[in-house]
Each structure stands twice: as C-alpha cells, then as structure tokens.
C-alpha cells in the first residue's frame, strides 16, 4: 500500500518538497541525497527542512509553485509548474509544449 | 523463551524467538550475498535489521532527515480499475496530488503493454494533456515491454516458450531475435508520442518478464529515445531479481544479459541511458519476513552502491521483502521501508 | 581402466557442459568395463541433472542449456537402460498433465515449469492456456495422468484452482491425481486452504515437488 510508505518513509509530494526531489532525480538522474541539496539551495532552505511540511507550506505558497490547498488567484497545475521550472532551473517538458502551444516560442 | 511476532512471507502472523529471527535474518542475508556475489551486511546493519523486526510499534519509520521519494508503477490503474472506484484518470492523478500527497503519478492503460497501445495511442496523450495541464507532480507514462505479446497465438513469432522444451534451441531463439526488433518499433512509437504529449518520464515497467530478450529490448529501446529526446525521464522496473535466459546469448555492448542480478542489471541500465532504475528482489512466500527483509536489503545496497543513478527498490506485492497478498500488512511493509532505505540505501522505492 | 567414482564425476560434468560426445563415451566405456550402471546413472548422469536444476535457479545457466542438457541425458540413458538388465534403476517416471487456469492466458512461467519436468524424465502433457476445469479433468483422465499441475498469473484466475479441486473431490477423482499448484500469487497457505497435495514456489521448487508427490 503507497500510503504506508508514504507513511514510513515518503516526503510528501506537494504537502512538502518531494515533487520538486522527484523532478531533479528525474531530469538530472541524481541521487537522493544530491537532489536534496540541490532542491535545498534553489529554495534557499536546509536539507531536513525539505520534508517539513509546515515550513514548505509557507514557502510553496511564497513562491507561487502549489500546494494541496486551493486558494483562489494561487497559481495550479500548469501554471505551478511554470514556477517550479524557474525555481529549480529545471525544463519541465509540459511547460516547455504548453510555450509551443501558445506560441511562446 | 519470549516470542516476537512478525509475518510470513505470504503475509500471515508468525510468533519467532530472537534465535529464530537472527537465524532467519543471516540465512536470507547470506542467501543474497552467495547468489548475486555481493558484499555481506556488516554485523551492525545486521543488528539494526534485528532491532527493525522486533520493534515493539506497529508501524516503523524512517528517522527525520532520511526520507525518499515514490514512483509507482500501474499508476492509474490503481483507484478506477483495481478498487473500482468510479473515477477517471485526471481525479486519480489529483487525488494522488492533493489528497494522498504522492511525489510522482504514472498513466497507464488497463492493458499494460507498449504492443497494445499502438490503436489508442492518440487517446492516451489526449488523456496525459488533460492530465499535465492540471497536475503539479511528475506523471510518467508506463507499460511493459511484454515481449511475450509478440508470439503466437498474440503475435506473428513463433513461441519460444513451446519450442524450447521440444529442443529447437535455433528456433527459439531466432523467434525471440525477431520479436525484439517488433518490440523496440513499439516502444520507441508509443513512447515518443506520450513524451511529446507532456509526460515527464516514461515507466518501462516489468521488464525481463519474458527473459533477456525483453531486457534487450528495452535497452534498445531507451537508447534510441535518449537519442531522440535528451532530456527524456525513463524509469527502467524489472521484473525479478535476476534476468531469466529464455535466449541465454543476448548481449548488451559486451555484457550478456541472461543471469545478471540487479548490481548488474542496473549497470546496463544505466549505460543504456536509464534515469531511474527499479531494483526487484523476489520475496519468498514460505521463507519469514527476517529472512525476506535481509535478503531484499543486501541485494538493495550492493545495487545502490554499484548505481551511478537513483535505485527505486520495488516495494509491492510479492517484491522487496513485501507479503505476497494484496493486502500487505501495514506491520511488514513499513519496516520493509524503513529498512530499504537506512540499510538497503535505496534512493526510492 | 576407468573406475565408478571417476566415471560418476566425468558423468555430471559432461551433464552440466551439454558436452554430449563426452556423455556417450563414458556411458559406453562404463558398459565394456562392467562398471555399475545403476549408480552411475543415479549418482553420475541423474545427479548431473539435478545440479543444472540448481544451476538455473540461482541464473547461472539459462533455459536453452537446460534443454541441452535434457537432450544430453535422453541420449544416455537410452544406451545406459538397453544394458540394464534390471529396471530398478531406470527413473520412476510419471505423466503430469500441465495448464494455465481458465481465464489466464499467462504461459511463461508454465513453459520454464515444462521444460524443467522434461529434463528430470517426467513425460509432461502440456494442454496449453485458458484451459477450462472440465476440460482439464476430461484430458487427465485421458491420459492418465499422476499428477495435474495448474499455474495461475492473476489473483482473479486463482480461484480456478480451487474449483478444480471442488470438481475433483465432487466427481470421486480426487484420490486418482495429485495436485501441484503455482504462479505469481498462489501461497503454500493457498495450496494447503484448496486442499492441493503440493505448492511449488518457482519453476525449480515445482519440480522438486513433482518429485516428492511421486514419493507418496
């Protein structure tokens, strides 16, 4: 069951970091450990605080990049992940279609 | 003599002393380390494993600053077809986002196959448009390569799993040969249209099911996609713990594929061009949790240690050390977790 | 002049090889020196077997040496048996009919399942994937089976093998066949719960099994 290793051991998607640690690892084939650090200095925060989710509300809501919660004019999907690729400096290839689509570039 | 209770390996309750469960825990160790030719666990991961095991918590955990993340495989497959849930693909992903807070999310078809996909392959990257525009997590697209597919009565080659055991090793292995070449075309097609429908990565799920022919193709696979799209996530799952030589002389740039455990599966992988590589360690169902667990975990570390790239250890029914039931007990699972990770250094599972 | 032990050793490496010229020339050259044919075929030829079983196992021989190797021991035990005067020593061999449950087109596993049987001297009917119960029983039957091995890939076909032990037990043939059962999701707990006679973990432990299930 994914909940209980979410549980045991999971970051927390989007409560916390661990969509953004998932990203790096994906788009730079990193381990664990150097895709927290390096998530870490792209926001400016310490390692362990990645999985806070109290800390990384507040922060997720600051930079505009989403959060379980929805809040009106708070940016989504998308447009959340237009955020997250300048916050991580990271392409997010959706976001790279979605400028083709509306001819960005 | 006090008793701990822990699980079989199929997932049901077992009482074992603490000269049961370190027997249990060495023998599966060794198991690991004779058959994969690995390195053993030290004494103090072995005693850490023991304390694992008979932690008198129900649910175990990873101490704060460990955590990793989740990939899944039949992602969507999940909620809407494995628990019935009335819900499309779109609400699973997002319930996976902002309810159940997973890191990543795959889109998958009922019928799990890149050679079945080929007919509604416009429709799953509609679906995975839809998907990308609303979801902030990474989804992956995923399928097995499922080289069996391409035999008869399913496909044009002839069966090699009928001809072996009539002799005709040539035969055989010459179906597997052509059916290779079908199953890169295949994959190559499916996955460059979800990729250029938006999917962050795509999930080459189960492979080595139908032997070193399905690892090869897979390999082949990823080599030309990676040419195509650079930036292409490919997550390479296996499907157990060593690959089975249907074939037995397939080779990948030298290294022949029939045989290797995962230490070495993911090598090729990651030569291949691989991302992310799902390690698999068959669980046994007569043997305990202890002797699972250690096994699972010292296969899980000499792989890690050997990767170049992040190692997501198959945590499910039946692989990792996890109960062969579908409803693992929340018990085993959570220390197969914790220790796939601090011991078995796993970058996710 | 060739003694039993060296025989004995030359016999399983020349299994374990597929090494078949080498096979035969120690099978003919035990018969002209009067050796024990009985224990080399057991200790030698047979044991050669049963560590290329283990061999595949563990992945360090593959499916088409297996199939080698089976064809090796063919060879040889034609030319050891036609010099037996007695047949204790010839294999015990016994007729497994083999399927994949109805509703289950997954054959893989069973394919590595038959070609293992085959190679410890099992004469293994094959019926195929998708197989329906009554169809099972009315081919056992047929054959006359010793033993009906049923592989199930999906935890929704599993419960075939269950009905086929039902229909087994109703029809008064359940005392006539053993029963093996296995695949991805049957448990020894399942097997013992259907009332099967054996559970085989994997393509190996199955064999062993078979071989234990012609003990009884």
Known sequence: MAVIHEVASGMGGIRTAGDLVARVQMSKAMKIKEAKKYVAEKLGVSVIDLSDSYLMKELREELDIGHVQVRDRASYGIEAKFNISKVLDIKINSVENFKRKVKMI | MSKFFTRMGDGSAVFLSEAEIRRDLEE?????????????????????????????????????????????????????????????????????????????????????????????????????????????????????????????????????????????????????????????????????????????????????????????????????????????????????????????????????????????????????????????????????????????????????????????????????????????????????????????????? | MLIIEDAIKEAQEAIVKCDENKAVAIAKQAIDAGLDLVKLLNDGFSAGIRIVGDKFGRGEIFLPELILSAEVMKKVTEILETAIVSDSAKEKKAVILIATVEGDVHDIGKGIVVSLLKTQGFEVVDIGRDVPVDKIIEKAIEVNADIIGTSALLTTTLVEQQKLEEELRARGLRDRFKTIVGGAPCTERWAKKIGADAYGEDASDAVVKCLKLLEK
């Open chain 2, 28 to 349: 599966g160790m060794l198991d690991a380390a004779d058959r994969g030719k690995i390195p053993e666990l030290t004494d103090d991961e072995m005693e850490r494993l023991y304390q694992i095991i008979t932690d008198p918590q129900k649910t175990v955990s990873i101490e704060r600053g460990n955590e990793v993340v989740m990939t899944f495989d039949a992602g969507t497959l999940k909620l809407p077809v494995r628990a019935g849930l009335p819900v499309d693909r779109m609400t699973t992903v997002l319930t996976h986002e902002r309810v159940l807070c997973s890191d990543t999310m795959e889109i998958g078809n009922a019928d799990y196959s890149y050679k079945q996909l080929k007919n509604i392959v416009h429709e799953e990257a509609a679906s995975m448009e839809f998907t990308q525009l609303n979801c902030i997590i990474p989804v992956f697209y995923g399928a097995m390569p499922n080289l069996g597919l391409y035999t008869k009565p399913d496909g044009p080659v002839d069966n090699w799993s009928e001809l072996l055991p009539m002799a005709k090793i040539g035969e055989a292995r010459a179906a597997q040969e052509e059916a290779i070449e079908m199953a890169v075309k295949d994959m190559v097609y499916i996955a460059s249209i979800l990729y250029e429908a938006g999917a962050d990565g795509i999930n080459f799920d189960t492979v080595g099911a139908s032997g070193d022919g399905d690892f090869l193709a897979t390999l082949k696979a990823i080599e030309i996609l990676k040419s195509k799209y650079p930036d292409m996530a490919i997550e390479v799952g296996m499907a157990g713990e060593f690959v089975l030589g249907m074939h037995g002389q397939l080779e990948y740039d030298g290294t022949r594929l029939a045989g290797l455990y995962p230490h070495e599966q993911v090598k090729v992988v990651e030569k291949a061009g691989g991302t992310i590589f799902g390690a698999v360690i068959n669980t046994n169902s007569s043997k305990s949790l202890p002797w699972n667990l250690a096994r699972a975990v010292t296969f899980s570390k000499a792989c890690s240690e050997a990767s170049n790239i992040p190692v997501h250890v198959n945590a499910g029914m039946g692989v990792g050390g996890i109960p062969l039931t579908n409803t693992s007990p929340t018990d085993a699972t959570s220390r197969v977790s914790k220790s796939l990770i601090e011991i078995g250094k796993a970058d996710g599972l």
